[in-house]
């Protein structure tokens, strides 16, 4: 990419990026085939997170206007996803029997989900003040 | 799941890491040390899954089979999928990239024996 959004830590978030949209999309579809019925909510929230996963990583990977936008609106709603389960799975831990990618935000998953999308947020910034206004 | 080779595996998997996010760290590139050891550690992972997988014919299996599987299946991939992405990063980044998947192998080998087993 010539604005090298996938380049030096760029590459580094594509690969954990792209390993979290992996963990999560077959945690998702196990969760979802094997016991859909114990918590909906939690795993149709772990499916989402997987989704975003997935643009996120493509949006990284790709760069340019149109993947820098794409990621950005990823690291975005992950954050305000991680934040806001993170919050109520602590408050109401009732309404999450089963565990998502976001509970106690991301504790399962040695918070990274709380730190991938902050990390995701400074590259991109720092990334668009380096490339050209388009 | 052979408790020596699960050692064996997350050992490695955890020098390397040192290795390689120690030279992550004093700003140098993944050098053959770094590379060899993504070998050595996909190469004890798929022992140790070859292993699973005698057992298993042996009788004692996974408890969630779909979920050793996926696990299996990432143990197996993720030092090879290290060593490329290493290799199209010759920076410290590159160095990050191989001490992060490190770290994620020894996390693998613990959940694959927490679901083992009747």
Request: with cysteine.
């Amino acid at each position: 990419m010539p604005d090298g959004l996938n380049r030096g830590l760029g590459r580094v978030l594509v690969f954990v990026y792209g390993l979290f949209a992996v963990a999560a999309t077959s945690r998702a579809s196990v969760q979802i085939a094997t016991k859909f019925t114990e918590a909906p909510v939690s795993y149709l929230l772990s499916a989402v997170a997987a989704v975003i996963y997935i643009v996120a990583t493509v949006g990284l990977v790709r760069g340019g206007t149109h993947g820098r936008r794409l990621a950005l609106a990823c690291c975005s709603v992950e954050l305000l996803g991680v934040l806001a389960v993170g919050t109520l799975s602590v408050l109401a831990p009732q309404d999450f029997p089963d565990q998502t990618v976001w509970s106690g935000f991301g504790e399962g998953y040695g918070y990274l989900p709380l730190v991938l999308p902050v990390l995701g947020l400074l590259w991109l910034r720092r990334g668009a003040a380096a490339a050209p206004a388009n | 799941m052979s408790d020596v080779l699960a050692t064996v595996t997350t050992v490695a998997s955890l020098l390397l890491a040192v290795i390689a996010l120690v030279a992550s760290a004093r700003d140098r590139a993944p050098d053959r040390v770094q590379f060899a050891g993504t070998v050595v550690v996909n190469a004890v992972a798929v022992l140790l899954l070859g292993a699973a997988v005698v057992t298993w014919f042996g009788g004692t299996g996974p408890r969630e089979v779909t979920t050793f599987v996926g696990y299996g299946l990432t143990l197996a991939l993720l030092p090879a999928g290290a060593w490329i992405v290493g290799k199209m990063e010759p920076t410290r980044f590159g160095s990050l990239i191989i001490g992060v998947g490190a770290l994620i192998m020894p996390v693998l080998v613990l959940r694959m024996g927490q679901v083992w087993g009747a």
